[in-house]
């Protein structure tokens, strides 16, 4: 997916919402928060459906308040979204990408992530915001520890391979810092010193390939 089939895609969804949603104080506040790969969109330019990490045709996205973003009850009116924007859809079936709706909890960040939302720029009334790109990270190393809990096949994830190239833009210490900050009843010490491995792992394999090239040079 592409930046442009992003914000083409969010623009579409706004629209759909607020013609078959009646309007309410709660809906006029609304905005949409993208989770998932795709949201690197919001951190970096130029990413392509040829770049791993923007090969993904689907967006997660789920629906806030802003004036009150825990509590929002937006997201009960998914049925038609899905309906019109899912897989197998007939947005699907025309521009070859699609909508997941997922929840506020379907992913795993650290606290204090939604005060680090940036936000994508629209010429349109659409508010479209995703998680920082090291909060991403995060996720995307839960979401790995999760999905391969009964495989060892560490490399052959399609997490681990986008984290691979994700990894050029990161901060270790940070990644591993907000490691530290996850604070959800899903995460228990073991799985979080399982997430601190693997962002080692990450990035020390990126040490090694560094130090390789360096003695080569010499």
């Known amino acids: ?61 789920f629906l806030i308040n802003t004036q009150d973003p825990f509590n929002s009850k937006l997201n009960d009116n998914y049925g038609e979204l899905a309906s019109f924007f899912g897989e197998g859809s007939f947005y699907y079936e025309t521009f070859g990408v699609f909508a997941d709706p997922v929840s506020l909890n379907t992913a795993i960040f650290p606290d204090g992530w939604m005060n680090r939302l940036e936000k994508m720029a629209f010429t349109e009334n659409a508010n479209a915001y995703a998680p920082d790109i090291h909060d991403l990270a995060v996720s995307k190393i839960f979401a790995y520890i999760f999905r391969s809990s009964a495989t060892s096949e560490f490399k052959q994830s399609k997490d681990y391979s986008y984290l691979e190239k994700l990894k050029q833009y990161l901060d270790q210490d940070l990644v591993k810092k907000r490691i530290q900050e996850v604070n959800d009843k899903r995460v228990t010490k073991e799985i979080k010193y399982k997430a601190l491995l693997k962002a080692g792992s990450l990035f020390k394999e990126e040490n090694i390939h560094s130090e390789t090239h360096q003695t080569g040079m010499n």
Not at 1 to 10: A, L
């Open 1 to 61: 997916m592409e930046k442009n089939q992003v914000k083409k895609m969010i623009r579409d969804i706004d629209a759909f919402f607020s013609i078959s949603i009646p309007q309410t104080d709660e809906t006029l506040n609304r905005a949409w928060i993208i989770v998932g790969s795709q949201a690197i969109h919001f951190s970096l330019e130029d990413i392509t459906k040829d770049n791993i990490l923007g090969m993904s045709n689907e967006l997660d996205l």
